[in-house]
């Protein structure tokens, strides 16, 4: 199997649903992972917290938030185990998170071994 990363990208007031909403998503969540897990395909996941920074350039210019624009965050991720892109792709259009409008990416991770012929 290989490894894909899986990037959840939402707009910055995921974080405004109400505590109900907020449960009802996370047992969402819970129980696609448990799917992917019966199936093979989980190998790690965490939802992300909406502080953090971007640093860029030569310069090594600090700004506040993770955010992609200004109305959008990377608010979680997973790794996913998959035979193929085509179906790391089909397993990620199973995340709860796209009901609520939100986009995901989902990225091949390159192993160190292939990438150097280690």
Not at 11 to 37: F, P
Not at 75 to 92: C, H, K, N, T, V
Request: proline share 3%.
């Amino acid at each position: 199997m290989k490894e894909f990363l899986m990037l959840i990208r939402e707009n910055i007031n995921y974080g405004s649903l109400t505590a109900q909403e907020m449960q009802e998503d996370i047992e969402k969540h819970m129980q696609w992972v448990e799917s992917l897990i019966e199936k093979g395909h989980f190998k790690e996941g965490n939802p992300l917290d909406a502080e953090g920074c971007c640093i860029r350039g030569k310069e090594r210019i600090v700004t506040d938030g993770p955010f992609i624009e200004t109305k959008e965050c990377i608010s979680g991720f997973y790794f996913l185990l998959a035979s193929s892109l085509d179906e790391a792709r089909e397993i990620a259009k199973g995340c709860p998170s796209l009901e609520l409008g939100a986009m995901v990416e989902v990225r091949p991770i390159i192993a160190a071994d292939e990438e150097y012929g280690g």
